[in-house]
């Protein structure tokens, strides 16, 4: 589906990623409106942009990450903030609902959206709202969205970052740097599950792997096993536990080291393997389990991230999605797991927009455009 | 070693003619290269070597000072009862060969304490509350070392390695200055407890070395029962998925996933060749924990038992699910309704079913890595597991578009323990 020639698309301008777990929305705020378009601007555009200006939350569950709000861009010649928006997939008919409510449909915009909800709730879209959805491919949108964030910058800083000495909890320390010639490289995408993706240039890329053990499974296992109910609680939880009363560890079956492969006695040499054990089911905390259940997701992400990139000859591995999300304790660990396995020839690089890139790349579909002087 | 699965005899002296004088020369002295430097402290096989009387100077070997195989020109078998034990993080697994040629004067000369073990061994399938014999594992007939007998596979908790100790102590199993060949993790671990508990020298073994002889040498073995190697045809079809034998012959290179407590991964390109490719942490110990804190069960059979009568699609979220975005495991507990809506079940197949499919994805990653295209999956698991066998031969299958296959071995987490025997016997 192609935009007319020269044409801007409509305001308002959304890209949309609707994943397993959670929708993100960017919004693109305009800051440079003459007032001859404000007075012509009609009143429920005007509604939605001070809805959504106006507001850090919305309804219950709904969140405007601030912190990550990208101002004074010039997207397609227009000048504004671009702002980031999420809400728990769950809470989608009701966003839907809203849509209607303020007439969305009859601003005749495009909604361009990416991510597996496009499809799923394409129909919905169409019969409550009247909307159509132009659907994207969520990994074109992923690496468009990447790629044109990281040439903005955030503010006049970095969007990327890297811990230099990893496996140092005292200096372990985050330090910028910028994906310059950032090709070829390993893009690990942590969302509901995992996809992994050997990137050549912009166009050319691929999905090398994925797990369905990603941060769906870590939310979900630490429901069941802690009683928490949020990604926020479960993250606390984790937090103050201790995963080596859960897990086995090589010392727990060598009784020190395996050193003929290289195995330390801290290794873990069985997740969860602690927990057939009775005596030690009943001795560990909810804490504990939540910090086991996050280490052990992260390691085998980290594990199989770094098979590809020995298979795939890149040494360049970065990590984005939501559940690096306030996430320090699984950044740090993809941060040593990398350094320590690969002895430093992998580095690991993360960047702050972190899950919001397929949404940013649906806009930028919206907008056909690429980089603005 | 055998080269076409015709090998009955492994008597010493054929063994020798078979192994190429390099290996035997290198290896000087030859046991310590099988061990873990950390571990060169001890020097148990010294002592239990010239206890045992074993000389195999018939051997081209080359020479040296450090030797612990006395001159004694004639071949000397070491006494018997000759065991190999596999201690690891969950399980101990135990072979115990049972002679059947024993001559009316050897027995007359047995002492007591053997022939109580050997008796206790053979009569019982059941040992205290805990320990098992598989029966169905049997190996009639065989011959090892010139003698004929039946092999028996054995297995119980390694938390119950205290009860056996004690056992090993009340037997006199000491008196029979026997060598005791051990591997796997806990033969380091309760290395001292064998010593203090038992008055017992474990010979020290690396599993990776022992699981490769092991298997390598079960496969080749003779035998009038079921073929040792198949796969399954059809993995993807419930209704026409059948079990088929397979010879392992010319097996090089293949890939060995060994599933117990944690996985190892191993490229073998030749007997002597192998390298550990990768492991994950993420095996049979996660499977049986994660079952016992989510559905309260307390065996992996009650585990398994769950998780076949389970559906896994209510607890994970499927392709169809979210659209075709990744399936994720255990995505749809995040919602509470979800939560109560699920049985115990579900969950444990939910847990099954994720566990073997990390595992067959990462094993067919290190597959296309290698350029391998020979899947063999060992490990106690897969034991009674065919829910897992056949999800590892349909992901193999499936994702390969054919390329990889699948392969399975009856005797499964037994080839340690079976390598750790073979070195008593047939010391590299």
Not at chain 1, 18 to 30: D, H, M, N, R, S
Not at chain 1, 336 to 343: H, L, P, R, T, V
Request: aromatic content about 10%; glycine content about 8%.
């Amino acid at each position: 589906m192609k935009l007319l020639g020269e044409k801007k698309p409509a305001f308002p301008w959304f890209g949309m990623d609707i994943g397993g777990t959670l929708v993100k929305l960017v919004y693109f705020e305009p800051v440079d409106i003459t007032a001859e378009e404000e007075q012509e601007e009609v009143e429920n555009l005007k509604s939605i942009r001070r809805y959504l200006t106006s507001n850090v939350a919305y309804g219950k569950t709904g969140v405007r990450d601030v912190h990550l709000e990208l101002r004074n861009l010039t997207m397609c010649g227009r000048t504004g903030n671009l702002h980031f928006i999420r809400f728990p997939t769950q809470a989608m008919p009701r966003f839907i609902q809203m849509g209607r409510d303020k007439n969305f449909s009859s601003l005749h915009t495009t909604l361009c959206a990416t991510g597996g909800g496009a499809y799923k709730f394409e129909n919905d879209f169409r019969s409550m709202a009247d909307l159509e959805l132009l659907k994207l491919d969520e990994l074109d949108c992923l690496i468009r969205g990447l790629l044109f964030v990281d040439r903005m910058g955030f503010n006049g800083h970095p969007e990327c970052y890297y811990f230099q000495n990893p496996s140092d909890t005292q200096s372990c320390v985050k330090k910028p740097c910028t994906l310059d010639n950032p090709f070829p490289m390993l893009l690990v995408n942590i969302g509901s599950g995992v996809s992994i993706l050997a990137v050549y240039s912009e166009n050319d890329y691929k999905r090398v792997t994925g797990t369905s053990l990603g941060g769906g499974t870590f939310l979900g296992l630490c429901c069941l096993l802690t009683g928490c109910e949020t990604f926020e609680e479960a993250l606390e939880m984790a937090s103050k536990g201790d995963s080596t009363n859960v897990d086995k560890l090589v010392k727990d079956i060598y009784g020190g080291d395996y050193e003929r492969f290289g195995l330390q006695g801290s290794a873990v040499a069985s997740s969860f393997g602690h927990m057939m054990c009775k005596d030690k089911r009943d001795s560990i905390s909810k804490e504990d389990l939540a910090r086991a259940t996050l280490v052990t997701i992260t390691n085998n992400i980290g594990s199989i991230a770094r098979m590809c990139a020995v298979n795939e000859k890149i040494e360049r591995v970065v990590f984005v999605g939501n559940f690096l999300r306030i996430n320090t304790v699984s950044t740090k660990l993809l941060a040593y797991a990398m350094d320590f396995w690969s002895k430093g020839q992998l580095r690991a690089l993360f960047l702050e927009h972190e899950g919001y890139f397929g949404a940013v790349g649906a806009l930028m579909e919206l907008l056909k455009t690429t980089e603005d002087p | 070693m055998a080269h076409n699965g015709h090998y009955r005899d492994d008597n010493c002296v054929e063994d020798d003619d078979d192994k190429t004088p390099t290996k035997e020369q290198q290896q000087e002295p030859p046991s310590n290269t099988e061990e873990t430097p950390g571990y060169l402290g001890s020097e148990p096989h010294n002592e239990a070597a010239t206890a045992a009387g074993r000389a195999t100077s018939d051997r081209p070997t080359s020479n040296s000072t450090t030797r612990r195989r006395c001159d004694s020109v004639k071949k000397t078998r070491p006494p018997f009862p000759w065991f190999g034990m596999d201690i690891g993080g969950t399980l101990v697994k135990l072979v115990y060969f049972e002679p059947k040629d024993i001559t009316a004067e050897e027995e007359q000369e047995e002492v007591a304490n053997l022939k109580s073990i050997r008796r206790y061994l053979t009569s019982n399938t059941a040992y205290g509350e805990t320990g098992i014999r598989d029966m169905h594992l049997e190996l009639q007939d065989l011959t090892l070392c010139g003698r004929t007998g039946n092999l028996h596979f054995i297995r119980f908790p390694t938390h119950d390695l205290p009860a056996f100790l004690q056992m090993v102590r009340d037997k006199h199993f000491s008196s029979l200055h026997t060598t005791l060949c051990a591997t796997g993790g806990g033969a380091y671990k309760f290395e001292s407890d064998f010593r203090t508990m038992a008055d017992l020298q474990l010979h020290k073994l690396d599993e990776l070395d022992c699981l490769i002889r092991g298997v390598l040498y079960i496969d080749s073995v003779m035998s009038s029962g079921p073929s040792e190697c198949y796969y399954f045809e059809n993995p993807t079809d419930p209704d026409h998925c059948v079990q088929r034998p397979y010879t392992l012959e010319n097996p090089y290179p293949l890939l060995l996933v060994n599933i117990g407590s944690g996985v190892s991964i191993l490229a073998v390109y030749s007997e002597n060749n192998y390298r550990r490719v990768t492991g994950t942490s993420l095996g049979g110990g996660t499977f049986l924990g994660l079952c016992c804190l989510l559905t309260g069960c307390a065996t992996f059979e009650e585990a398994l038992q769950m998780a076949s009568q389970g559906e896994s699609t209510r607890v994970d979220k499927l392709v169809r699910d979210i659209y075709g975005g990744d399936y994720e495991s255990f995505g749809n507990m995040m919602s509470k309704e979800k939560r109560e809506s699920v049985s115990k079940e579900d969950l444990a197949r939910a847990t099954l079913v994720t566990i073997t499919n990390n595992i067959g994805s990462i094993t067919r990653m290190c597959a296309l890595n290698e350029n391998i295209e020979r899947v063999v999956f060992v490990g106690n698991f897969l034991r009674v597991n065919t829910l897992s066998m056949k999800l590892l031969a349909y992901a193999m299958d499936y994702w390969s578009k054919g390329q990889l296959k699948a392969l399975f071995l009856r005797h499964e987490g037994y080839f340690g323990a079976v390598g750790a025997l073979l070195e008593l016997l047939h010391p590299s």
